[in-house]
């Protein structure tokens, strides 16, 4: 996943890293260098990233009644 480094050295972390890493506005990341001289981005911030089945835990609102269900079944 290629990204354009600006005029200001400021690069755009692209949203599936961001995502991966559970990077949100405001958090503190840190970029650490390994011998072989790979660059890896590290989110400081203590966030872990939200699975995405955690993301649509709850969304599925009330739903409807047993009696409203049983009314749908038998066409009342």
Not at 1 to 9: L, R
Not at 23 to 50: C, H, K, M, Y
Not at 51 to 59: I, N, Q, V, W
């Amino acid at each position: 996943m290629a990204t354009n480094v600006t005029s200001k050295g400021q690069v755009t972390i692209p949203k599936p890293i961001r995502d991966l890493l559970g990077i949100q506005p405001g958090n503190a990341i840190d970029f650490e260098v390994g011998a072989d001289g790979r660059v890896s981005l590290v989110n400081r911030s203590g966030a872990r990233p939200i699975s995405r089945f955690e993301a649509l835990r709850g969304c599925a609102g009330p739903g409807l009644s047993t009696d409203e269900i049983m009314a749908l079944t038998r066409s009342e």
